[in-house]
């Protein structure tokens, strides 16, 4: 894309793609790639999903915005779906994961301002964090390539070592307002937060009066074979983000949160123009219909395991490219003993599209629908790509 008329601010691979069918990919030369990068853990029910596709041509054909300033039956029956199946009494909808942190942050914030402490406004995050590209999630990620240039750190953001709670308790002061954590880290190398973790950081707040804040935006929607992937500690928060697979490839979010957390969040306090919109709260709803169908989410389970299993053989096989498997449900990383980058150069050219994370992790994010050939099809691909890198090895060794 260099020299075109878009900002030169991705690097991308040299691939264009036409159209999609459930796990593939077909470029515009007709070349078909299997895809478990699935837009970065977007599109949970793959490519081109009838019943997607039927919700939102139905949608487009009757209305595609109006506004916050009038009734959306559509939206009220998304956010009421949502609150049956969570902890959440109350529902925003936003346009992407960043705009559903800027909420909760937002909404953490507002809670101790209409209690009488507005002095408490800071809160508490991990490192490794992804929270989004706005200048608040940035400063709550608080990854420096991603801060540098961009003036100075927005205030209201501490942050510890991953899964270091000792120092978070440390961190708690007088100012502190709440704690926000990802329960399975993306981007920051496919690292789940431990139960017990998770539970102290629930103490911590009901000690201290702060508010509990998960960033379910990459984990949540089925990812890991519960609705959220908190649910597999037993532990629930008081604000949550979400994102990504909730629209299966339609830009959208949500904030969710309990009455108690959201008692800030009154008429005028936040607002947005597009969130929550005809289109968006049509394929969001669609999505809910497949995920929350009987036993969905337990065939994903089933589906994770065999994929798992699958990729610890090839990490035994090629010790020398794969170190370890990382991750829960279909929130996969292989955990490389070479720089992530060229593992991912080499499935991409047995056709297989992967993410790479931090932590020198490539992440594996099917379709929630993939099929058991498919899984087994991408461990091929795998398999091979890593023979390849195996005998560039021992070849360069040899010499």
């Excluded at 994370?357 to 099929?371: C, K, M, Q």
Aim: net charge negative; glycine share 12%; with cysteine.
């Amino acid at each position: 894309m260099s020299g075109s008329a878009l900002f030169e601010t991705f690097t991308r691979a040299p691939l264009a793609f036409d159209h999609g069918e459930g796990t593939w990919l077909i470029t515009d030369k007709g070349e078909r790639y299997l895809d478990f990068a699935g837009g970065i853990a977007v599109n949970s029910l793959g490519h081109s999903h009838p019943h997607l596709v039927a919700a939102l041509t139905e949608q487009a054909a009757k209305l595609w915005h109006i506004s916050n300033l009038y009734e959306i039956p559509q939206q009220r029956r998304l956010g009421e779906r949502l609150v049956d199946a969570t902890f959440a009494d109350k529902v925003f909808f936003t346009n992407s994961g960043a705009e559903a942190l800027e909420c909760a942050i937002k909404t953490a914030r507002r809670y101790h301002f209409v209690k009488g402490h507005p002095e408490r406004f800071r809160i508490i995050t991990f490192e490794g964090a992804f929270h989004g590209r706005t200048l608040a999630t940035i400063a709550a990620g608080g990854q420096y390539k991603y801060l540098e240039g961009f003036g100075p750190k927005v205030e209201g953001f501490d942050q510890v070592g991953f899964d270091d709670i000792d120092a978070a308790e440390k961190a708690i002061t007088s100012e502190t307002a709440a704690i926000l954590i990802e329960p399975v880290q993306g981007e920051g190398g496919i690292r789940p937060v431990p139960t017990q973790s998770l539970k102290r950081l629930r103490q911590l707040c009901e000690q201290h009066d702060l508010l509990l804040i998960y960033d379910e935006v990459q984990c949540g929607i089925g990812r890991t074979g519960k609705l959220f992937a908190h649910e597999w500690s037993g532990v629930t928060p008081d604000i949550m983000a979400i994102a990504k697979g909730i629209g299966g490839g339609f830009p959208m979010g949500a904030c969710l949160a309990t009455d108690e957390a959201a008692v800030g969040m009154t008429a005028g306090v936040h607002g947005t123009t597009f969130g929550g919109n005809p289109l968006a709260m049509a394929v969001g709803n669609a999505v809910l219909d497949v995920v929350l169908e009987d036993g969905f989410l337990e065939d994903v389970q089933r589906k994770a395991l065999l994929l798992k299993q699958g990729l610890a053989g090839v990490a035994d096989e090629f010790p020398d490219v794969i170190e370890d498997i990382r991750g829960t449900g279909l929130m996969l990383g292989l955990k490389c003993a070479m720089p992530n980058t060229k593992v991912n150069t080499a499935l991409r050219d047995q056709h297989l599209l992967t993410v790479p994370a931090g932590d020198n992790v490539i992440r594996l994010l099917p379709p929630l629908t993939v099929t058991d050939a498919e899984i087994h099809e991408a461990l091929d691909r795998i398999r091979t790509g890593a023979r390849g890198l195996a005998d560039a090895i021992a070849a360069a060794a040899a010499k």
